[in-house]
């Protein structure tokens, strides 16, 4: 089945036809350093699971990953704290913007998923609790995972977003209230701003997000990854929540698991095929990237391939 699919045609399709396409999104300047970027870049690559690589465009240039980042903690505190994490954040959709604090209240203190900005909090918190070196130690089990040692935070990302978090610091700090967050609130905001601040190209994210389309093994780097029933969570979570309040669309339209960032990067996963990531910076209104999501929904249809 992998080998049927002509990856170089359509993806020569895609570039072509996607040229014409006017980019209705907006960037994200709410982080100044993220204002900085080329609008106009559009990167796609795709790994399949049996290590074959089709790109186009500026896929081989680094950006800010942001709450893609956010899969990877999820998997670090899961191998380090097991299934316990869920006491601490929900599985469902949270159906509101993700830095939303109304949800918060009325939920007392317990986020709806891992990747509002809210749950990855709470991911940062335990990981600081159960590492000695939590910004080091995360950035050293990405590097493991992907094969890749180049692969760093942007201090000049995390500072900047640490000026202007201010909903973060309400975040946690209204977690910290109703006892979900056991750590100093500067310690863990400190290491969620450098977590989002992970810069990689869309090639790298594809091999470091490789083992959630083989069963938990990055077969590139002959490396388990995580248990095959974690690997089915964290893919049913990035289906149902990986989107912002967008996750429906994203299942609608293109029928794979994924995760976005307002860096204008997405990964989605074909479980059994392969792994694409795609970034283009400009977001559409709720806060994805708007051809990004363009592209993807034109490879499961011209592929005809999705998870449904
Ligand atoms: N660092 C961003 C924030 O906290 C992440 C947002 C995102 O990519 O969803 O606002």
Not at 7 to 26: C, M
Not at 71 to 81: F, Q
Not at 101 to 127: H, M, S, T, W
Request: hydrophobic letters at 40%.
């Amino acid at each position: 089945m992998i080998n049927t699919i002509d990856y170089h045609h359509i993806f020569s399709e895609i570039a072509s036809e996607f040229k014409e396409v006017d980019d209705l999104g907006a960037i994200a300047n709410y982080i100044p350093e993220l204002g900085k970027v080329d609008p106009t870049k559009l990167g796609v690559h795709l790994t399949t699971v049996d290590n074959q690589h089709y790109a186009f465009g500026d896929a081989d240039e680094p950006f800010s990953i942001q709450s893609v980042a956010k899969v990877l903690s999820l998997t670090l505190a899961l191998k380090i704290m097991g299934g316990d994490l869920w006491n601490r954040v929900g599985v469902e959709p949270s159906g509101s913007p993700f830095n939303s604090l109304v949800q918060l209240e009325y939920e007392k203190g317990i986020p709806r998923n891992p990747f509002i900005n809210a749950g990855a909090i709470v991911i940062c918190d335990i990981l600081v609790t159960c590492l000695d070196d939590p910004k080091n130690d995360l950035l050293a089990f990405i590097r493991k995972i992907s094969g890749i040692d180049s692969i760093n935070y942007s201090s000049k990302v995390a500072e900047s977003e640490k000026k202007c978090g201010y909903r973060n610091y309400a975040l946690v700090n209204l977690m910290k209230d109703f006892g979900n967050i056991h750590n100093d609130v500067d310690i863990v905001l400190d290491l969620y701003f450098y977590l989002c601040s992970i810069e990689m190209t869309c090639k790298e994210l594809t091999n470091a997000f490789m083992f959630l389309a083989s069963g938990g093994m990055n077969p590139i780097i002959n490396e388990r990854v995580i248990s095959l029933t974690r690997t089915k969570r964290i893919n049913s979570v990035m289906l149902t929540c990986g989107f912002y309040d967008e996750a429906g669309e994203f299942a609608f339209r293109v029928g794979l698991p994924g995760k976005s960032g307002v860096g204008g990067g997405i990964v989605a996963i074909h479980p059994g095929k392969f792994c694409i990531a795609v970034w283009s910076p400009k977001l559409n209104a709720k806060g994805n990237s708007y051809k990004g999501m363009k592209v993807l929904e034109a490879l499961t249809t011209k592929t005809k391939c999705s998870i449904f």
